[in-house]
């Protein structure tokens, strides 16, 4: 055995380069394929860890009136209950530094030291915030800026209050992406700013082995045996507000790492079919010698495992880097806390095994071919290709084909790796073009300009009349509700939008089912049913809300990109609301008025007239919102094309390098015939250019069908709307160039060592 590894390190020494190709090979994939797994086990680890470090509830009881913490019950008394807090919070609006208005989240809390459910952890500035000031939960700076002060409005408060530093809330979605600012205030603060002292969210937790139902109603009896009556009683679901952009991304890593292990392992196989071809005499040579088939076997495949572990070795250190550092970029889209970049030690053992294990195997039928090949194949003299008459007519181009036709399969596994690796370019840039037909779509689709809700329904005509008077060209007044889907066990869902369009209303697009035809009847969206199972088509649902119950039928589910909801008829929203004269929302037509302009137009009009609006938003917005919610799915598919194009210009080079060695005897004759040294390369570039020429139209076919499986991913697994498939017609110009780009660095060396090689090298016996 010792002889054996003493003749594959000879082996290497005596050809630094090929090993060197091997090595770089295996060391990008790993690199590759390594920073995938390592990037999408630290994610699914941290995405759920760092949700429930902030304690979560399991129920939340609102009730009708605030309270105050003396009257209440001791709830930990109540069987299967294991912590409690309270909380209130206060719908508003705060002023960004464009002059504009957004959503304001002002959650009041008694005691921040004592928040054993739903915790907030300081970030920066004083703990607890001191009275009159407010922590800013710090993804909103995006939103509102670093300023000391913020204009925020309430009911009942209009003021520029001072910010006493930043906290993080890590089971909130991240507040640039939602356009939105969530702000905490002590329940001092809040008597002191008019909002009044009382708190009306009791936040529950329950041991693992408690039924929400049960527990429910025994807290509900608690309070009201004590003289708070209850409003509603939620269940939420206990994961991140965005796992299922957290679910997109893992699929797109998973799909690009099986990508990155296919280049990985036809580029090995590409290798030890090179290293056969070069050494076919020197194995019949050991087999006329007495090696044993197993002798051989370890010979021809130390050649390939030894260079493969050190670029594992190589590998490693990248893979950890950028691994890491796009978990962590993911983390910060994803407004985690302080995550752990650390991935498992067993998942990184398991991704170098594989990247090691899977491109050795791929080199075992070439070199499982060599060993059983007989004496006499071995030192047959081999044949380049079969007669090319008529075409090409160019020597050069004539030489270069016959050079390919040589190795069918090698050329095959390069146009392989390159076409996948350009397909991959090509279908980012489509992704791309797709997600933002997406949100050009959303917008499209609005016959309004300016969306607004109010905190309270009110005369729709004083709302129109408002709208109107500030240069809006038309408003239609819309049915709007907050009410939770009652689940068969008794417990209900977090509120959802119960919206009731005006006659005349362009629906989403139906995909499945039909769209209402009474008032009875409800269609929803596919991020609802996504969301929650008890919400599918041709299911009745029981809503509830403040004033009532009412039940509908589910005949439709539409596309569309907004957070979960439903529309139904006009009766099921004033049953909801108790109030069939008064509505909560309307939409406008800007006309002549510029969208954003007419927005904070309308919303000082309104706030004026006495309406408190929580929500007015223009298409601009609208957009940005959405575009903002799909920004980290276009940077990771950048990454990783990026990364697909590197091993495939990899891939290129080591076929020519290898075809390179295999035709030293050839170079050397067209030098000794009076050969320049441009007649030299051009046989090299040409080579290269053919296989290139062939990669992009294969690339081409393959875009298709790739862009469209990326599509579907994220249309089924994370952004529950269906993404059309849009084909840039760009991208093939896009990536010609990278390929050429490409092709120029992967052709240089081995043209380089053609034209450096001597004459006598070249003419010197196997």
Same mark, same amino acid.
């Given at each position: 055995?010792?002889?054996?590894?003493?003749?594959?390190?000879?082996?290497?020494?005596?050809?630094?380069?090929?090993?060197?190709?091997?090595?770089?090979?295996?060391?990008?994939?790993?690199?590759?394929?390594?920073?995938?797994?390592?990037?999408?086990?630290?994610?699914?680890?941290?995405?759920?860890?760092?949700?429930?470090?902030?304690?979560?509830?399991?129920?939340?009881?609102?009730?009708?009136?605030?309270?105050?913490?003396?009257?209440?019950?001791?709830?930990?008394?109540?069987?299967?209950?294991?912590?409690?807090?309270?909380?209130?919070?206060?719908?508003?609006?705060?002023?960004?530094?464009?002059?504009?208005?957004?959503?304001?989240?002002?959650?009041?809390?008694?005691?921040?030291?004592?928040l054993p459910v739903s915790r907030v952890v300081p970030d920066t500035g004083a703990w607890p915030p001191p009275e009159g000031t407010l922590a800013l939960e710090r993804s909103a700076l995006p939103v509102v800026g670093s300023a000391d002060s913020l204009h925020v409005r309430a009911v009942g408060l209009d003021a520029h209050v001072r910010v006493s530093g930043t906290v993080h809330d890590?089971?909130?979605?991240?507040?640039?992406?939602?356009?939105?600012?969530?702000?905490?205030?002590?329940?001092?603060?809040?008597?002191?700013?008019?909002?009044?002292?009382?708190?009306?969210?009791?936040?529950?937790?329950?041991?693992?082995?408690?039924?929400?139902?049960?527990?429910?109603?025994?807290?509900?009896?608690?309070?009201?045996?004590?003289?708070?009556?209850?409003?509603?009683?939620?269940?939420?679901?206990?994961?991140?507000?965005?796992?299922?952009?957290?679910?997109?991304?893992?699929?797109?890593?998973?799909?690009?790492?099986?990508?990155?292990?296919?280049?990985?392992?036809?580029?090995?196989?590409?290798?030890?079919?090179?290293?056969?071809?070069?050494?076919?005499?020197?194995?019949?040579?050991?087999?006329?010698?007495?090696?044993?088939?197993?002798?051989?076997?370890?010979?021809?495949?130390?050649?390939?495992?030894?260079?493969?572990?050190?670029?594992?070795?190589?590998?490693?250190?990248?893979?950890?880097?950028?691994?890491?550092?796009?978990?962590?970029?993911?983390?910060?889209?994803?407004?985690?806390?302080?995550?752990?970049?650390?991935?498992?030690?067993?998942?990184?053992?398991?991704?170098?095994?594989?990247?090691?294990?899977?491109?050795?195997?791929?080199?075992?039928?070439?070199?499982?071919?060599?060993?059983?090949?007989?004496?006499?194949?071995?030192?047959?003299?081999?044949?380049?290709?079969?007669?090319?008459?008529?075409?090409?007519?160019?020597?050069?181009?004539?030489?270069?084909?016959?050079?390919?036709?040589?190795?069918?399969?090698?050329?095959?596994?390069?146009?392989?790796?390159?076409?996948?690796?350009?397909?991959?370019?090509?279908?980012?840039?489509?992704?791309?073009?797709?997600?933002?037909?997406?949100?050009?779509?959303?917008?499209?689709?609005?016959?309004?300009?300016?969306?607004?809700?109010?905190?309270?329904?009110?005369?729709?005509?004083?709302?129109?009349?408002?709208?109107?008077?500030?240069?809006?060209?038309?408003?239609?007044?819309?049915?709007?509700?907050?009410?939770?889907?009652?689940?068969?066990?008794?417990?209900?869902?977090?509120? @959802?939008?119960?919206?009731?369009?005006? /006659? &005349? $209303?362009? *629906?989403?697009? =139906?995909?499945?089912? +039909?769209? #209402?035809?009474?008032?009875?009847?409800a269609v929803v969206n596919r991020v609802l049913v996504s969301r929650h199972p008890e919400v599918a088509l041709g299911r009745t649902l029981v809503l509830r809300a403040p004033a009532g119950r009412?039940?509908?039928?589910?005949?439709?589910?539409?596309?569309?990109?907004?957070?979960?909801?439903?529309?139904?008829?006009?009766?099921?929203?004033?049953?909801?609301?108790?109030?069939?004269?008064?509505?909560?929302?309307?939409?406008?037509?800007?006309?002549?008025?510029?969208?954003?302009?007419?927005?904070?137009? @309308?919303?000082?009009?309104?706030?004026? /007239? &006495? $309406?408190? *609006?929580?929500? =007015?938003?223009?298409? +601009?917005? #609208?957009?940005?919102?959405?575009?903002?919610?799909?920004?980290?799915?276009?940077?990771?598919?950048?990454?990783?094309?990026?990364?697909?194009?590197?091993?495939?210009?990899?891939?290129?080079?080591?076929?020519?390098?290898?075809?390179?060695?295999?035709?030293?005897?050839?170079?050397?004759?067209?030098?000794?015939?009076?050969?320049?040294?441009?007649?030299?390369?051009?046989?090299?570039?040409?080579?290269?250019?053919?296989?290139?020429?062939?990669?992009?139209?294969?690339?081409?076919?393959?875009?298709?069908?790739?862009?469209?499986?990326?599509?579907?991913?994220?249309?089924?697994?994370?952004?529950?709307?269906?993404?059309?498939?849009?084909?840039?017609?760009?991208?093939?110009?896009?990536?010609?160039?990278?390929?050429?780009?490409?092709?120029?660095?992967?052709?240089?060396?081995?043209?380089?060592?053609?034209?450096?090689?001597?004459?006598?090298?070249?003419?010197?016996?196997?």
């Amino acid at each position: 055995m010792r002889g054996l590894l003493l003749k594959i390190v000879a082996d290497l020494r005596h050809a630094p380069g090929r090993a060197g190709v091997l090595v770089a090979a295996v060391a990008v994939a790993t690199a590759c394929l390594g920073a995938m797994t390592v990037a999408s086990a630290v994610l699914r680890r941290e995405v759920p860890q760092s949700f429930l470090a902030a304690v979560p509830p399991h129920v939340v009881v609102t009730t009708a009136a605030p309270f105050h913490t003396a009257q209440l019950p001791d709830l930990s008394q109540v069987q299967g209950v294991a912590a409690v807090t309270t909380r209130r919070l206060v719908r508003g609006r705060v002023r960004s530094p464009d002059g504009s208005w957004r959503p304001l989240l002002l959650f009041v809390v008694e005691d921040f030291d004592d928040l054993p459910v739903s915790r907030v952890v300081p970030d920066t500035g004083a703990w607890p915030p001191p009275e009159g000031t407010l922590a800013l939960e710090r993804s909103a700076l995006p939103v509102v800026g670093s300023a000391d002060s913020l204009h925020v409005r309430a009911v009942g408060l209009d003021a520029h209050v001072r910010v006493s530093g930043t906290v993080h809330d890590g089971s909130v979605a991240p507040a640039w992406q939602d356009d939105n600012a969530p702000v905490f205030v002590t329940t001092r603060t809040a008597r002191a700013w008019g909002l009044g002292a009382g708190l009306d969210e009791v936040r529950l937790l329950l041991h693992d082995d408690a039924v929400p139902a049960e527990v429910s109603a025994g807290v509900v009896g608690a309070l009201r045996d004590s003289g708070i009556d209850v409003l509603r009683v939620e269940a939420p679901l206990r994961r991140h507000p965005h796992q299922d952009h957290v679910d997109a991304l893992l699929a797109l890593v998973s799909v690009f790492g099986a990508v990155a292990l296919v280049l990985a392992a036809l580029l090995t196989a590409n290798l030890a079919a090179s290293r056969v071809a070069l050494h076919r005499r020197e194995v019949a040579v050991m087999k006329s010698l007495g090696a044993r088939s197993w002798q051989v076997a370890v010979v021809l495949l130390g050649f390939v495992a030894l260079p493969a572990a050190i670029g594992v070795l190589l590998g490693v250190g990248p893979a950890l880097a950028l691994g890491r550092a796009f978990a962590g970029m993911a983390a910060e889209q994803l407004n985690l806390g302080d995550p752990s970049l650390a991935p498992p030690g067993s998942v990184v053992l398991a991704a170098l095994s594989i990247c090691w294990g899977v491109p050795v195997a791929a080199a075992g039928p070439p070199l499982w071919r060599a060993v059983r090949a007989s004496v006499a194949e071995g030192l047959r003299p081999a044949v380049a290709s079969a007669r090319i008459r008529g075409w090409p007519r160019s020597p050069r181009a004539a030489l270069a084909l016959r050079s390919l036709l040589a190795r069918p399969a090698r050329v095959l596994g390069t146009v392989v790796c390159l076409a996948v690796g350009g397909a991959a370019l090509m279908t980012t840039v489509n992704v791309q073009r797709s997600l933002e037909a997406v949100v050009q779509a959303e917008v499209a689709k609005r016959a309004d300009d300016v969306e607004v809700r109010l905190q309270r329904p009110a005369d729709p005509a004083a709302m129109v009349a408002v709208a109107l008077g500030e240069g809006a060209a038309s408003a239609a007044p819309w049915g709007l509700a907050l009410a939770s889907v009652v689940r068969a066990d008794g417990t209900a869902t977090s509120r @959802v939008a119960v919206q009731s369009p005006p /006659a &005349g $209303f362009a *629906p989403p697009q =139906v995909v499945r089912g +039909r769209w #209402l035809r009474s008032s009875e009847e409800a269609v929803v969206n596919r991020v609802l049913v996504s969301r929650h199972p008890e919400v599918a088509l041709g299911r009745t649902l029981v809503l509830r809300a403040p004033a009532g119950r009412r039940r509908v039928r589910v005949v439709g589910v539409v596309d569309e990109v907004a957070p979960p909801g439903l529309y139904t008829g006009p009766a099921v929203v004033a049953a909801l609301t108790g109030d069939a004269e008064r509505m909560a929302a309307m939409r406008l037509v800007a006309g002549a008025t510029e969208p954003s302009r007419l927005a904070t137009a @309308v919303e000082q009009a309104l706030v004026q /007239a &006495g $309406f408190f *609006p929580l929500l =007015v938003m223009d298409v +601009r917005q #609208l957009g940005n919102a959405i575009a903002e919610h799909l920004g980290i799915l276009l940077a990771v598919l950048g990454a990783l094309s990026l990364g697909s194009v590197a091993v495939g210009g990899l891939s290129l080079a080591t076929m020519l390098s290898a075809s390179v060695l295999e035709r030293t005897r050839e170079i050397g004759i067209v030098k000794a015939v009076g050969g320049t040294s441009g007649t030299v390369a051009g046989l090299v570039v040409a080579e290269g250019a053919t296989v290139a020429g062939i990669a992009w139209v294969a690339s081409v076919a393959l875009m298709v069908p790739l862009s469209a499986l990326v599509v579907r991913v994220l249309s089924e697994h994370g952004l529950n709307v269906t993404v059309p498939l849009v084909m840039d017609p760009t991208a093939p110009v896009v990536w010609a160039v990278a390929l050429v780009l490409v092709g120029a660095v992967a052709v240089w060396l081995p043209a380089r060592r053609a034209v450096r090689q001597p004459v006598h090298e070249g003419m010197r016996l196997e």
